[in-house]
C-alpha cells in the first residue's frame, strides 16, 4: 500500500481521525461538565444541611 499526505499508515483518511478525535474531546468534556454539576449538586446539599444546623 502506498503512503500518502491524505492517509495514515493504516489507510484510514486524515479527516476521519481529526473528527474521532474532535469526538473524543467532547466526550471528556461532557464527563468534566458532569462531573462538576454532580459536585456542585453535592456541595448545595452539604450548604443546606449545614445550614439547618445553625
Known amino acids: 500500500m502506498e503512503r500518502t499526505a491524505a492517509a495514515n499508515a493504516r489507510g484510514r483518511p486524515l479527516h476521519a481521525l481529526r473528527a474521532r478525535r474532535a ?19 453535592a456541595l448545595a446539599i452539604g450548604y443546606t444541611y449545614a445550614c439547618e444546623r445553625l
Not at 469526538?23 to 449538586?41: R, V, Y
Open 23 to 41: 469526538h473524543e474531546e467532547h466526550t471528556m468534556l461532557d464527563l468534566l461538565m458532569l462531573a462538576l454539576a454532580a459536585g456542585f449538586f
